[in-house]
């Protein structure tokens, strides 16, 4: 088997690893550990895509089940690490893409236990059929067909929903980023669905709500203020992308200062004072700007900016529904940004 065959079947590992597990490393792990196992076989295998989707498969859902007690225990909304730019070959996959592939999809997911999964994804994204199912999970045909029925209705009253016209949800999110940076609480509001959600993962490791945002009025607020605690903008590179098919922005900046107590107690007092309405978003910007100067003047060593280490500050994406952004979603994680 050639190199090209190879990477080809490694990309597919990765697709159904990642849709497993959420997590680009670990999905990187998972597929090359079983191209890994792939290259060892002595005999022949008349499919092997199909072979690795097995292994793979397999692999995810023990890592799955010794993630399971790390995950619970997570600090903050999870989500999974996102995948930056258009991974299709072309427009016409980007709806399946953003589907299958979706930030929403994948939070779904987590609600279901891993053998739940598989099984939901080799069904519902790869086309398998329930006798193929039980070949890969090691399950009868009719416990694989009952955990796919079983999945189904688990995730069937929140099965993501997107506006197909592609052009009007990135023309949607230029705007809705372009009200944030003026601070057009209006027009931010105007933008977001009135039942709106924000999530923030930060894994208690930046500067990000430990808890999720409702509401249009309050995500509103929470944008304008954030624009102002930015850096000024020649030091940021912010760029629009796709995050796992849907629109998206990239910002790109000199490492933070560190995220400490302070800091977390002076964002979660800021909260609550933007909840009850005891502060506008300059006032809550202010508050946040502080406790991040004092982080950085803690700093043993003052590096150059010139010589900073530039890493990855956020992944911002929304899910638009009905012309308006239903749910924003901002992975601020180090750790799950260190691919990028």
Do not use: C
């Amino acid at each position: 088997m050639g190199d090209r065959e190879l990477e080809a079947l490694r990309r597919h590992g990765f697709g159904v690893a990642y849709r497993m597990l959420g997590s680009v490393s670990e999905a990187e792990d998972v597929a090359q550990e079983a191209l890994l196992r792939l290259t060892r076989q002595e005999g022949p295998i008349d499919e092997p895509a199909a072979w690795i989707t097995t292994v793979v498969t397999r692999l995810s859902i023990n890592v799955l089940k010794s993630a399971r007690a790390r995950r619970e225990s997570y600090v903050g909304p999870w989500l999974p690490e996102p995948l930056v730019e258009d991974p299709a070959p072309g427009p016409a996959s980007r709806a399946e893409l953003a589907d299958s592939l979706s930030l929403a999809l994948l939070v779904l997911l987590e609600r279901l236990t891993p053998v739940e999964r598989a099984a939901y994804l080799l069904r519902e994204v790869f086309g398998y059929q329930y006798a193929e199912i039980a070949d890969v999970i090691e399950q009868t045909e009719v416990n694989s067909r009952q955990l796919v029925t079983r999945a189904r209705k688990h995730l069937e009253a929140n099965r993501p929903r997107f506006d197909a016209d592609e052009a009007a949800r990135d023309a949607l999110l230029e705007r809705f980023l372009a009200a944030a940076e003026e601070g057009d609480l209006e027009a931010l509001e105007e933008l977001l669905a009135k039942d709106a959600v924000l999530y923030a993962d930060s894994g208690g490791k930046a500067m990000a709500p430990p808890e999720p945002l409702f509401g249009a009025t309050l995500i509103a607020r929470f944008m304008a203020a954030v624009a102002r605690v930015r850096p000024p903008s020649g030091e940021l590179e912010s760029r629009r992308v796709r995050v796992n098919g849907q629109p998206g922005r990239l910002v790109r900046g000199p490492r933070e200062p560190r995220y400490g107590e302070a800091e977390r107690l002076a964002v979660e007092k800021g909260l609550a004072l933007l909840r009850s309405g005891d502060v506008d978003a300059k006032q809550l910007a202010a508050r946040v700007r502080g406790a991040r100067d004092a982080a950085g003047g803690r700093a043993t060593r003052a590096i150059p900016a010139q010589q900073a280490e530039v890493r990855v500050w956020s992944v911002l994406t929304v899910d638009v529904v009905e012309g308006r952004i239903q749910t924003v979603r901002i992975v601020r994680n180090p750790d799950k940004l260190a691919h990028l």
